[in-house]
């Protein structure tokens, strides 16, 4: 049951930001053209992400700054970090933080394809459950994420996959994540 409300919460998700963002689309954007001439500082984008979730005895919240060097109008990389803290009342709580080297190439102005490799820490303090003593779990978790989406002047939509995706050790669910990425 939970799966297909997180299915179903996902699809709306993209059909939505879709719509905010097909009517911004251009076909040819002259801030996307990369002047080979300028200097190194001009060449560099920054963004990254913010997620924040609350819910009944669950909190979730995420920073996540990144920039990119555009190397050409066709290829960038780049640096992100990552800090995150997690936390189920009266269950665990978990300090995330760790960071990223982004490959991004852009076949076509409208296609981003990336590759991300993720090096993140996890601490995590589990609470005292019935007859099972509190313990804490500290480990390094290694994510390279694969992924394509449609993009539209500074804004990139679509979905990445964790190819080195383990169940047991993961941060998330899934292997697959929907991203929405935005440089500046």
């Given at each position: 049951m939970k799966k297909i409300?997180?299915?179903i919460v996902?699809?709306?998700f993209f059909v939505i930001?879709?719509?905010?963002f097909s009517n911004l689309?251009?076909?040819q954007d002259e801030n996307n053209v990369i002047d080979n001439n300028k200097e190194f500082w001009d060449k560099v984008q920054f963004g990254g992400g913010l997620g924040l979730g609350f819910g009944s005895g669950y909190t979730d919240i995420s920073v996540m700054p990144s920039a990119i060097y555009n190397?050409?109008?066709i290829v960038a990389v780049g640096l992100g970090l990552q800090f995150g803290y997690l936390s189920s009342k009266n269950q665990y709580h978990s300090y995330i933080y760790g960071g990223s080297l982004v490959g991004l190439v852009n076949p076509i102005p409208e296609m981003q394809l990336s590759a991300e490799l993720e090096?993140?820490?996890v601490n995590t303090k589990y609470e005292r459950l019935d007859n099972v003593p509190g313990y804490s779990d500290n480990y390094w978790n290694t994510a390279l994420y694969l992924g394509a989406g449609y993009r539209t002047g500074s804004v990139t939509v679509g979905g990445r996959?964790?190819?080195l995706f383990n169940e047991k050790r993961s941060l998330y669910g899934s292997a697959f994540m929907p991203f929405v990425r935005v440089y500046f």
């Open positions: 409300h997180l299915s996902f699809k709306s930001l879709i719509s905010l689309t251009i076909a190397v050409n109008e090096q993140v820490r996959y964790d190819v």
